[in-house]
């Protein structure tokens, strides 16, 4: 066996493993870009979740106040059109999150 067909016997082997590593190097970063998005969605749920607890609070004050009062004021309104916000807010994005689910 000559030099150069040594070589390449050698090479081919060479070649297929880096292809082969390569293919799972792609394979991670797509899984890992995947899981950010994931974080990302998750997180603006967490914020929405946390929005509506205090859009719930403050409608809920609100309410109390103008039962204390015996009349309704600016705040009960106020923290009724913040609570439909919020809620319109969080219905808006579960909706887009399963439009996504449904075409991924």
């Not at 394979?27 to 914020?47: D, G, L, M, S």
């Amino acid at each position: 066996m000559d030099l150069q067909t040594l070589i390449i016997a050698m090479s081919i082997p060479s070649g297929v493993t880096a292809f082969c590593f390569w293919m799972i190097e792609q394979k991670i970063k797509k899984q890992q870009t995947e899981a950010e998005e994931k974080e990302k969605i998750r997180e603006k749920n967490e914020v929405l979740i946390i929005k509506s607890v205090m859009a719930s609070i403050a409608l809920g004050e609100a309410a109390a106040t103008a039962l204390k009062n015996g009349h309704a004021n600016g705040e009960t309104e106020a923290a009724l059109e913040y609570a439909h916000k919020i809620k319109h807010e969080q219905k808006d994005f579960l909706t887009e999150q399963g439009i996504k689910g449904i075409y991924e």
